[in-house]
């Protein structure tokens, strides 16, 4: 994240400060990821959405794929752990 927005700033590309619960990470993780039409500068405020993909390596895809999956997997364990033990 920190290249990132170091390299926007040499770039003067304009971002959002404000990140509240850390959703930044998130979107960053999310743009490089998800490489859709859908998210694109016009419908996602929170990064630039092409700048992010033009900067992103193949070791921030992998790390973007970590971030999703870990959190898929929490969600997984807490559900499976709710549904069988607590039940």
């Known amino acids: 994240m920190r290249r990132f927005e170091e390299q926007f700033e040499l770039r003067g590309v304009e971002r959002i400060d404000w990140d509240g619960l850390g959703f930044r990470v998130l979107s960053y993780a999310t ?30 895809w992998f790390l973007a794929l970590w971030l999703w999956g870990s959190g898929i997997g929490m969600l997984v364990v807490g559900f499976t752990y709710a549904f069988f033990f607590m039940a």
Do not use: G, H, W
Not at 36 to 45: A, G, H, I, S, V
């Open 31 to 60: 743009v490089i990821l998800f490489k859709t039409d859908r998210l694109n500068d016009d419908n996602y405020q929170f990064v630039p959405v092409s700048e992010t993909r033009k900067l992103a390596t193949k070791k921030d």
